[in-house]
């Protein structure tokens, strides 16, 4: 593929406690407030605290999930003093971030109760930029988060239908690293989270220096759908757990056949797919509300071209 030159990545986007008990971004983002700029940064970086509010009480949210207030409807919809704070924070955010001052990269940074490792989730799988920055963060064997497996999650899902805080970037993506309780930071985490971070905005600087970085392949998974814990037919509470030979095993193929949920009554429930796919967002805390057990996904190569700054074109 022949080289492409894209605009410099110039104003960036931080963002923390889009969930309010979601502390490794907390934590970070108050890190990052602390170093105020002086003028010299070769990048702009916003940093912003998403949900103050939720962050203080250390919820998820206050009123609704406010990761679900960025559709254009919502953003759109009139608002007023007895609108949800969320969807009424969604529109300030819209205007510092979006709309009105819109940033080239916005990276929010979430934790999950499940066993993903570094995700960076987004809804194009032809994002040259987001694309490149996991290709590096998966390049950079020798740091912190050596150990931590980096992987691209794509959600296809049109970007007039996104609904999610990154989508009003440029180019945005999720940042998103488990396993860890909610209300708690693990510091194994949040390094993780720090070094991915630094390891993306180092990126950032040398693109905008005008480095070229070499194309090749990134493993992209593609959501296919979510699976629903078993549920009782007259309570609709549910009716079994994550089987524990799934249990922590995100992204390691599912068969068909392969047990999928442990019955309370002892029953072993087997996954019926026809095709086998990636499980990830197991087990997930947070989603026990949405009527989500799981998310499946599709795995496949995509080809990446060399990309470099259009400034020096």
């Not at 490149?132 to 912190?144: G, M, P, R, S, V």
């Not at 440029?170 to 510091?187: C, D, L, N, T």
Request: proline fraction near 5%; aromatic fraction near 8%.
């Amino acid at each position: 593929m022949k080289a492409v030159a894209m605009p410099t990545v110039s104003r960036v986007a931080v963002c923390g406690g889009t969930h309010g008990n979601e502390l490794a971004g907390i934590y970070l983002v108050r890190e990052m407030l602390k170093k105020r700029a002086d003028g010299t940064e070769p990048v702009s970086v916003v940093t912003v605290m998403s949900n103050p509010r939720a962050a203080q009480l250390c919820v998820r949210y206050v009123e609704t999930d406010l990761n679900r207030c960025f559709t254009r409807a919502a953003l759109s919809a009139p608002v007023s003093e007895t609108s949800p704070y969320e969807m009424i924070r969604s529109q300030e955010l819209n205007a510092l971030l979006g709309a009105q001052r819109s940033v080239d990269l916005l990276c929010d940074l979430h934790n999950t109760t499940a066993n993903t490792g570094l995700c960076l989730i987004t809804y194009s799988d032809r994002d040259w930029i987001c694309l490149h920055i996991c290709k590096h963060l998966q390049a950079c064997t020798n740091t912190k988060m050596a150990s931590t497996p980096v992987r691209y999650v794509h959600f296809d899902i049109p970007l007039n239908e996104a609904y999610s805080l990154d989508s009003v970037g440029k180019h945005g993506f999720a940042m998103e690293i488990g396993p860890q309780p909610h209300g708690v930071v693990r510091s194994v985490i949040f390094s993780a989270m720090q070094e991915g971070v630094q390891l993306m905005m180092d990126w950032i600087c040398q693109f905008n220096s005008g480095t070229l970085f070499e194309g090749g392949w990134v493993d992209v998974y593609t959501m296919v759908k979510n699976i629903d814990y078993p549920r009782d037919s007259e309570t609709h509470m549910i009716s079994a757990a994550v089987h524990p030979d799934l249990q922590d095993r995100d992204f390691c193929l599912l068969h068909p056949g392969d047990p999928m949920f442990l019955c309370f009554s002892g029953e072993t429930l087997r996954y019926r797919g026809k095709e086998a796919l990636y499980p990830f967002f197991i087990n997930e805390g947070a989603y026990y509300e949405k009527g989500v057990a799981l998310s499946l996904a599709r795995k496949r190569r995509v080809q990446i071209p060399s990309v470099r700054s259009e400034t020096l074109r």
